[in-house]
C-alpha cells in the first residue's frame, strides 16, 4: 500500500504515452514518423482528458510516505497466525455445535477481511485511509454471498435461519399504516389538534434528511436527486396496495417528505458540494506541520476527500449516457424498495438493527460505486470494465430483489389499480417518444439540413466569376472541355 500520488503523477502519465510509442511499430531510424505518431497519441490524449481536467480539482502533496501509510501485510499474517495458535493450542474447544458453528462462521469472515484489508485492489477513494474502503469492499463480498446462501433456501428455513443471527426474529410482524386520520388540523381531538402531525415525527424524519444528504454527496446532481426523491413518493403511491407502510397522507408524502426532509438534505448536501468544489487540496505531512493547530486541522482534514471531481452526468449528450442515467436512477429506486420488501419478507421490524446496518453499508460502499460508474461513463477508453464495487453493488441489488420475489411472490403479484397502471404507461411512453425524438430524430433532421445547406452553397462557388469574367463551370465534364488558360485560373 502506498500514498496517493502526487501531482507529479501526470509528468509519468506522459513518460508512459512515450514509452508505449517506442515501443510499438515505430522505425527508430524514421525520426519524422516517430514524432507524427507521439503528436497523434497526445493530440488524442489530451482531447480525451480535456473535460476531466476541467471538472477534477487540483491537487498538492509533498509524498509523505509515513508509517500510517505502509501495507502491513507482514504483521497482520504474524497477528493472525498468533490468534489461530492460541485457539488451537491453548484454548478448549466447547461441545456445543450452534456455538462452534457460529464461531467457524465469524472466524472464516474475518480472516477474509484481513486478507481482503492487505492485499485486496485499491479504489478511487483514499481517505481516511484505503484500509477502510478495501475493508468495506471485503464486506460487500460477505454479504453478497449471504444473500446468495439465503435465496437459495425455502422460504421457512431463510426466515428460521435468522434466529441465528438474532432469536427475537423469524417471527411475522405487523407493519404500521400510516395513513388513518389524515387532518393536518383535527377539531376533534381538543387537548392536541396537531396530533396527526406529530405521530409522524418519528426516528424516520432525520434517518430521511440524512440519508438524502449522504445521496446528494454520492451523486452531486440536483436534477437527479430530486428525480429519485420524486419518483419514489409515486412508488409508494402505486404500491400502497401491496406494503401497509407506503400507505402515508399527502402531506406526509410531498410536505413532510419531499421538501422538508428530502429537500433540506438535497439543499444541504449541495452546499456541501459547493464547498468540497471550492476547497483547495494541499497536502503535508503531519510531521512536517511545525503548529499544534495545523496538526490537528491536519487530522481533522484527514477525513475529508484527496481529491474532488465534478459530477457532469449531461444525460442528453448521446444515447449511451442517456441509458445510463435512466438505469442509475432505475437501481437507486429499487434498492430503495428492497429496503422495505426485504423486511417485510424476512420478518425484521424497522426499527432492528439489520436494517439500520443495511444501511451503514450502502452509505460506506454507495459513494464508491457512484464514482467508479461515472468513471467508466465519462472515460470508456480507460476505465475499460466496471468497477469492482460498482458490479458488486448492482449484483446485491438484484439479488435482494430476486430474494423478495422467492419469499412472498403474492404480494408482489397483486393486481394494480387500472388508474396506476395508466399513469405508469403513460410516463414510460413519454419518456420513449423523447428518446427516439431527441437520438433519432432531430439528429437525422440536423444531418438532413447540414447535407441540404452544403448542397445549396455548392452551385454558388461554381457559379463564382473567376478573373476574366467568365464562370466556373457546372460539371466535371465541362471542366475537361474548357480552355486552357480557364483551368490554370481555376487551379490558381
Known amino acids: 500500500m502506498t500514498k496517493p500520488e502526487s501531482k507529479k503523477s501526470g509528468v509519468a502519465a506522459g513518460k508512459s504515452v512515450g514509452e ?33 481536467r476541467n471538472t477534477e480539482c487540483e491537487v498538492y502533496d509533498d509524498g509523505t ?83 446468495i446462501f439465503i435465496l437459495f433456501q425455502t422460504v421457512h428455513d431463510g426466515r428460521q435461519f435468522m434466529k441465528y443471527i438474532d432469536p427475537k426474529l423469524g417471527v411475522p410482524l405487523p407493519e404500521r399504516d400510516y395513513g388513518g386520520n389524515c387532518l393536518i388540523y383535527d377539531p376533534g381531538n381538543t387537548t392536541d389538534p396537531f396530533h396527526n402531525i406529530w405521530d409522524k415525527m418519528d426516528g424516520f424524519v432525520p434517518a430521511h434528511f440524512l440519508g438524502w444528504y449522504i445521496k446528494t454527496l454520492m451523486i452531486r446532481d440536483w436534477w437527479m436527486c430530486m428525480i429519485i426523491s420524486v419518483m419514489f413518493e409515486f412508488l409508494e403511491y402505486s404500491l400502497e396496495h401491496q406494503l401497509p407502510n407506503f400507505s402515508e397522507c399527502w402531506w406526509d408524502h410531498w410536505i413532510m417528505d419531499v421538501l422538508v426532509c ?5 439543499y444541504c448536501g449541495m452546499k456541501t458540494l459547493a464547498w468540497l468544489s471550492m476547497k483547495p487540496y494541499q497536502w503535508q505531512g503531519l510531521w512536517n506541520i511545525p503548529t499544534y493547530k495545523g496538526k490537528i486541522k491536519r487530522i481533522a482534514f484527514q477525513f475529508t476527500p484527496y481529491s474532488w471531481v465534478k459530477f457532469e452526468w449531461k444525460p442528453a449528450s448521446n444515447l449511451r449516457r442517456w441509458l445510463a442515467v435512466l438505469g442509475i436512477i432505475f437501481m437507486f429506486l429499487l434498492a430503495e424498495l428492497n429496503t422495505f420488501y426485504l423486511k417485510f419478507v424476512l420478518w425484521m421490524p424497522p426499527e432492528h438493527y439489520l436494517v439500520l446496518l443495511r444501511l451503514v453499508f450502502f452509505v460506506n460502499v454507495g459513494g464508491v460505486a457512484m464514482r467508479e460508474i461515472y468513471d467508466f461513463m465519462d472515460d470508456p477508453k480507460f476505465h475499460k470494465k466496471l468497477g469492482q464495487q460498482a458490479w458488486l453493488v448492482s449484483a446485491i ?11 412472498d411472490p403474492h404480494t408482489i403479484m397483486l393486481p394494480i389499480p387500472s388508474l396506476i397502471i395508466q399513469c405508469w404507461f403513460l410516463g414510460i ?33 461554381w457559379d463564382r466569376p473567376l478573373g476574366n469574367g467568365s464562370t466556373a463551370a457546372p460539371s466535371g465534364r465541362s471542366k475537361l472541355n474548357g480552355s486552357s488558360e480557364t483551368l490554370r485560373q481555376r487551379k490558381s
Open 397 to 407: 441489488t438484484v439479488t435482494e430483489f430476486l430474494i423478495v420475489v422467492k419469499y
Open 262 to 266: 428530502n429537500g433540506l438534505g438535497i
Open 20 to 52: 508505449q510509442v517506442n515501443n510499438g511499430s515505430v522505425d527508430p531510424a524514421c525520426p519524422d514518423q516517430s514524432t507524427t505518431i507521439k503528436a497523434k497519441v497526445m493530440k488524442q490524449t489530451s482531447r480525451e482528458s480535456l473535460h476531466r
Open 429 to 461: 411512453l413519454l419518456i420513449l417518444i423523447w428518446t427516439v425524438w431527441r437520438f433519432f430524430i432531430r439528429d437525422i433532421t440536423l444531418r438532413y439540413k447540414e447535407t441540404r445547406r452544403r448542397k445549396q452553397e455548392a452551385p454558388a462557388d
Open 65 to 147: 510516505n509515513t508509517f500510517f501509510w505502509r501495507a502491513h501485510t507482514v504483521t497482520v499474517l504474524f497477528i493472525l497466525t498468533c490468534a489461530l495458535v492460541y485457539v488451537t493450542l491453548l484454548e478448549e474447544t466447547p461441545q456445543d455445535t450452534a456455538y462452534n458453528t457460529k464461531r467457524g462462521i465469524v472466524a472464516s469472515i474475518l480472516v477474509f477481511l484481513c486478507f481482503g484489508v492487505t492485499q485486496a485492489k485499491d479504489g478511487p477513494f483514499t481517505r481516511p485511509h484505503p484500509a477502510y474502503w478495501r475493508f468495506w469492499l471485503c464486506v460487500t463480498v460477505v454479504y453478497e454471498l449471504f444473500l
